[in-house]
């Protein structure tokens, strides 16, 4: 599966990328989310790993923009502002997994598996 991580923290960025790689996942991550528009332009992607909090857009506002450039695309938000009012916007958006940090490899990977399974739940238009 090609997945596409985006975190403005290069560790988590990094961990999740060895993480998912292990698995035989294709990964490419980003801190930077114009760099991450950009490849979701030009380059097909089954999944998205993206952070709540970032400092140019929020990670719900990233999400709009990823589906409006790859319909259909899974996502799952990690995010260190578990929140009800996080969480619940998050799931109203069509995200199919919130994982919350700090998390383990573990959790990371039944994050993935749970949006792969949700994948007869069309994303919202």
């Not at 991580?5 to 292990?22: K, Q």
């Not at 790859?70 to 199919?96: N, Y």
């Not at 792969?116 to 994303?123: F, K, L, Q, S």
Request: aromatic letters at 4%; a negative charge.
């Amino acid at each position: 599966m090609k997945i596409v991580v985006v975190d403005d923290e290069p560790t988590i960025v990094l961990m999740c990328r060895r993480v998912l790689e292990s698995q035989g996942h294709t990964v490419s991550g980003f801190t930077n989310v114009h760099a991450a528009l950009s490849q979701l332009e030009t380059e097909a992607v089954d999944l998205l790993v993206v952070d709540y909090k970032m400092p140019e857009l929020n990670g719900l506002e990233f999400v709009q923009r990823a589906w409006a450039l790859r319909p259909g695309l899974r996502v799952v938000m990690i995010t260190a502002h578990g929140t009800r009012e996080v969480m619940g916007r998050a799931s109203d958006s069509g995200v199919q997994s919130i994982v919350l940090k700090p998390f383990t490899p573990t959790e990371l990977a039944k994050g993935v598996a749970a949006a792969v399974e949700r994948i007869d739940t069309p994303p919202p238009d």
